[in-house]
Structures are given as C-alpha cells and as structure tokens.
C-alpha cells in the first residue's frame, strides 16, 4: 500500500485495539488522493490483547470490515462462524424466537448481501492487525506509557513514561472505557462507573457427538442473568459460553482480575445461576468451559465531550455502554463517519480549523449514539435477577419486543455508513 504522502496528516492513534486500529484503516481508506496521513499507534499493553469474548459482527459491521480491507483477511483464514438467525429461549421452557440475518433471499441482507459472523474477539484482532501491517503509512508501537498530553493551536504532544515524546497534528483516542485520553486530557472528571453486571465466559471444547440446542448462537434467559451459547469457528469443535449477570462491585480493576483469575469460583456463580436449566446441554456445557474471565461491564454517562481543538475520543473512550448487540459494529461505524468528516474538511482546503471536521463528524453522530445508549439501558434491566413473576413476563415481552424492532433492526443492518451522506 502507499506510503504516507508530504501533504499527509500527521496522526497519533492511542489505543492498539479493535478501534484504534480500525480507526488507521479508516483514516488511510477514506485519505483524500496524495494526502494519505502518517499514523503512529501507541498501545499500553506489551503486545495487542487477543484474549476476550465471542461478539456478534452484524451486517453494517461485515460491510464495513470488507470495506476497510480485514473482512476477506477473516474470510480467508476461517474466523469465526457465520450466523443465520440468532435465538432466544427461556432455559425452562425451550425456544422464545429467534431473529434472522438471512435476508428475503436468504443470502444475507443488504446489496451485497451479509449475514452476521460470531467471532471471538481474538480473531477479529488478528484480522484486522493483518491488514494495518500491510499499509506502509502506518506503524504500530507496544508498551508505550501515556503520562502527559500537550495541545497547543498547532499540534498535540505526548510524554510517554519511558522519557520519549511523539507529537502530530492529530491525536484519537481509541484507548476504551477507562481513556488516558479522556482523564488526562478531554474530560478528566467524567469517570467510568460499573454498571452492575458483569459477563463471566468461558470456552467449552465438545466432540461431534455431543448435542446441542441450537443452530449456531443462542440467548437463554434465566430468573438470574442471561447465557449466550454460541460457535464461533466453522470446525464447531467448542462452544462460548458467556453468562451476563449481576455480580456486586468488588472495588476496583485489580479485583475484577483477582475474581476472574478464580475460575471455579466463577464457574460456581454460573451453574448457581443457570444449572436449574431445563435445556439439557446446558449444565455441561458451563461445566466443560476453560479458561474462565470475569469482566464488569463499566459505563459512560450519555452526555459528555468527545473532543478538543486536534483530539478525538471514538469508541468506547467516548461513549461506553453495556452491549446492546451491536457495540462492535458502533466502533466500526465511528472510525467510518469520523474519517470520512476528516477526509470532506481536506478536500475543502482545510477551511477554518479541524474543529470543523469535528463538529460535523458529532452533530452526525451524537443522535444515534443516544439512541444505542437507551437501548442498553434495556441489557442491564433484562439481565438483572428477577423473580418468577419478572421472569414470567420478561418470556412475553422479547418476543414482543423483538417482532416489533424486526423493521428498524433491518433498516440499520442494511445502512452503509461508507457511502451515507453526512451533510457537510
């Protein structure tokens, strides 16, 4: 791929995960012609985290990976596991419904058809780290310690720990829900607080012969929290198994890693919620998984400040909130719309100043992002403990609920945030 062009955008990139590295991919897509930027990405961590969950890349999401060059990366190695529909039961009384991604045709929904994938999280990143170490623009530095953050008219200065400083005419911080970024710099008083409930999963290896109950991924509600059963590769040779429940706040990030680290103990919580289980598969299943994580959901307040004069917080940095089925996808669509505001302010000659690209880029954004945030809101309230009667109605109301966003699910699934027009 090209190299980073004169007339380029010196860019700093905070954050080596999935969305810093998607937002490199953006930016360096969407450059405008012989302005392609030179991106530095700095990550905390010694090597990019490629442990984590299973998530569920929706249409939008898989559109805007092919688009960005990773998706046919994922394709060719066989990551993940395609879904055709999505299903829901109650662990009592068996299946509830089930949500498709097959399209009218059953190919997929949009033009070109998609359907969704489950992939684990470790297996997106490699997709999407294979694709940024192909484009000569862009580099990537692990181990890397934010201490200080420099914003003048003209540029912005970083002071990493080890002495060594880096300075660019834009920085993104892509650094999740807990931003040096954002507490160093955008909005140092806007903290995260634990939502109240925490996903403990696991990986369950299982042989041919041992039966499950769905196709390919299922929510099963329960009286104490919520059990997604899922493939996640096409050898269909282990199973994730993810409980969202309440689980009260042990103090702080260090005692969420001492929890998880007890795996027993974890399993424990899991079978005490979900082995009464009606659903055959299930107690094994929760008693065959390794390599147990315990992770607290933390969260945002839904109006805070995205950026300065030359920074910008995307993703979780900006507007964290308990997964709502599409939180992946939402990063995607944020590294997308930003690029492409950068990209319309260059091709206008750069009028003003950056804040210009950014006002565009929020005023775009803000209202979808509100509208995610109170659909989340509804994750937490379903996955809390309820009693039979709450339970009883809950196994009513997702049917209800899911018939009745059948529309607007397939409106945004089928929307392609490459080519929207975004007014500016």
Not at 149 to 155: F, G, P, V
Not at 239 to 253: A, C, I, T
Not at 254 to 278: H, V
Request: hydrophobic share 35%; glycine share 10%; aromatic share 10%.
């Amino acid at each position: 791929m090209a190299p980073a062009s004169p007339d380029g955008l010196k860019v700093i990139i905070l954050g080596g995960g999935i969305s810093g590295l998607t937002t490199a991919l953006a930016l360096t897509k969407f450059a405008p012609k012989g302005q392609v930027p030179k991106i530095d990405i700095y990550e905390i961590r010694p090597e990019p985290a490629t442990i984590g969950g299973a998530v569920n890349l929706t249409p939008n999401a898989l559109r805007m990976l092919d688009h960005l060059g990773a998706l046919p990366i994922i394709r060719e190695r066989d990551y993940g596991r395609t879904i055709d529909y999505l299903e829901v039961f109650d662990v009592y009384s068996g299946k509830l419904a089930e949500s498709s991604f097959q399209g009218p045709e059953g190919k997929g929904i949009g033009n070109p058809p998609y359907k969704a994938l489950r992939i684990t999280r470790g297996d997106a990143l490699k997709g999407v780290l294979e694709e940024v170490s192909r484009q000569e623009n862009i580099t990537m530095t692990c181990g890397k310690k934010t201490i200080k953050i420099d914003e003048t008219a003209d540029n912005v200065t970083l002071q990493f720990e080890d002495g060594d400083t880096a300075t660019a005419e834009l920085l993104m911080g892509c650094d999740g829900i807990h931003s040096v970024t954002r507490l160093k710099h955008v909005e140092p008083e806007r903290k995260a607080t634990y939502s109240g409930v925490a996903n403990a999963f696991g990986f369950a290896p299982i042989d041919k012969d041992f039966k499950v109950h769905f196709e390919c991924t299922a929510i099963n509600f329960a009286r104490r929290g919520m059990l997604l059963t899922s493939y996640h590769s096409s050898k269909g040779d282990s199973v994730y198994v993810g409980g969202l429940m309440q689980v009260p706040d042990v103090g702080s990030r260090d005692g969420w890693k001492s929890e998880g680290a007890d795996a027993e103990k974890t399993r424990g919580q899991l079978l005490d919620r979900f082995g009464d289980a009606k659903i055959p598969c299930i107690k094994p299943l929760i008693e065959k998984a390794q390599d147990f994580f315990l992770w607290p959901v933390y969260t945002l307040s839904k109006h805070g400040k995205w950026s300065t004069g030359r920074v910008m917080l995307l993703g979780d940095a900006a507007h964290a909130m308990p997964p709502q089925g599409e939180s992946t996808g939402i990063v995607f669509e944020d590294t997308v719309l930003f690029s492409r505001c950068l990209t319309r302010w260059m091709e206008k000659g750069r009028p003003n100043t950056m804040r210009e690209a950014f006002d565009a880029y929020e005023k775009l954004r803000k209202g979808r992002i509100e509208v995610a945030f109170e659909e989340s809101k509804s994750v937490v309230s379903t996955v809390s403990d309820a009693g039979w009667l709450g339970h009883t109605i809950k196994t009513y109301v997702v049917p209800w609920y899911l018939w009745f966003t059948r529309s607007y699910r397939e409106k945004h699934f089928i929307e392609d945030v490459t080519t929207l027009d975004i007014n500016y």
